[in-house]
């Protein structure tokens, strides 16, 4: 591990070094993408010193304890010596977190799409109050969410939503979230008092770039309507409405909330690159099924990962088995306990499976 750290630390000077050279300052990109790396080894550099720091400490401790007489100098230094023990045990335990391989999408901005499936009304009902949930947290967090694609239902409810939320970090966050949601309570409309369940599925998707996925503009068929017509009919509006089909996959994507038609092609693009990205995640998250088993979830949308239970004012998340009261709080964006613990398990599960 050490000679890792070193290496580490070695790279990281150097890259810092490079960021002073006027050749890479007069070059955006590659000042762009210097600084990413350089931050991406921000807090491994920061560890390293710190453990560093904390063995010489011990050190020092150590040599006065063998060579001092003075009883109050040997007691500080025991004492020294006992803080620099336990501050080099977190230490060595952030540190090989730290050193677990990263997915390469946790500093990117997301997609959230928010699906309802089973009994109808109150799966839209809850769905909205899920998205209210998801943009309350995204605001607590300084992140900034927009709705790409929304559709309502009659009694006010959401059938399909999709969002873009950015902001730092955003799907290392919100990853754990994608899969089935499942509500248990009394619907306003049940006389007899009797408690339903419903379903609603939620997808994160994290934005892709050129870098990570590029598609063929032969492969996509583009159509533009008048927003508030109904497909077009009324030739009168501006074509601001563009739909995308993806030929090869299928995949349509619908886009009017913006006025300008350049603007809402831009995010149908962007829409369609990251559901298209997903799919090849998708993919290879199958082609590594014996790691990713050790991790929390899959990111599979068909997989139940958490149930609100209304009536027992509880919120059970099924892959690390834990369960939180206060449910109306919770709704409000109070779910850092619960992403906080997803995390925590998560990285455990990696570390005991690194060091197999």
């Given amino acids: 591990m050490l000679d890792k750290l070193a290496s580490i630390e070695k790279k990281y000077l150097e890259l810092r070094e490079q960021m002073m050279n006027p050749e890479i300052i007069s070059d955006n990109k590659k ?22 720091k904390a063995h010489q400490q011990k050190q020092e401790a150590q040599d006065m304890i063998d060579t001092e007489q003075d009883p109050e100098m040997l007691d500080m ?11 080099i045990d977190e230490l060595d335990a952030k540190i090989k977190i730290s050193l677990l391989p990263k997915d390469p999408n946790d500093d990117k901005n997301i997609f959230l799409e928010i699906r309802p499936a089973a009994w109808g009304d109150e799966a839209w009902l809850f769905a909205t109050e899920l998205l209210k949930m998801y943009l309350w947290y995204a605001t607590k967090k300084w992140w900034k969410p927009e709705i790409t694609e929304e559709q309502l239902s009659d009694i006010g409810g959401i059938k399909f939503v999709m969002v873009k939320i950015s902001g730092n970090s955003v799907y290392s966050i919100m990853k754990f979230e994608s899969g089935v949601h499942r509500v248990q309570r009394i619907p306003s409309t049940e006389s007899q008092g009797r408690v339903h369940t419903s379903t609603v599925t939620v997808a994160i998707m994290p ?14 068929e583009m159509d533009t309507y008048a927003a508030s017509s109904s497909w077009g009919q009324n030739a009168n509006k501006n074509q601001t409405w563009v739909r995308l089909r993806h030929i090869p996959s299928g995949l349509i994507v619908n886009i009017w909330d913006s006025k300008s038609q350049l603007q809402n092609k831009d995010r149908a693009w962007s829409v369609l690159k990251a559901r298209l990205y997903q799919i090849e995640l998708d993919k290879k998250t199958a082609e590594t099924k014996s790691l990713r088993g050790d991790q929390i979830g899959g990111g599979d949308r068909s997989e139940k990962i958490r ?45 005991e499976e690194s060091m197999k």
Wanted: aromatic share 10%; net charge negative.
């Fill in 307 to 351: 149930t609100y239970n209304y009536p027992q004012d509880r919120i059970t998340d099924h892959r690390i088995h834990q369960s939180w009261s206060n449910l109306p709080v919770f709704m409000t964006w109070e779910i850092d306990d619960m992403i906080n613990a997803l995390v925590l398990e998560n990285q455990t599960r990696l570390l």
């Fill in 207 to 220: 934005e892709a770039e050129d870098i990570d996925f590029v598609i063929d503009p032969k492969d996509v």
């Fill in 77 to 87: 230094a025991k004492e020294q010596l006992k803080e620099s023990e336990t501050l």
């Fill in 31 to 52: 000042s762009i993408q210097l600084s990413k790396d350089v931050s991406g080894m921000q807090e491994i550099y920061d560890l390293y010193q710190a453990y560093k």
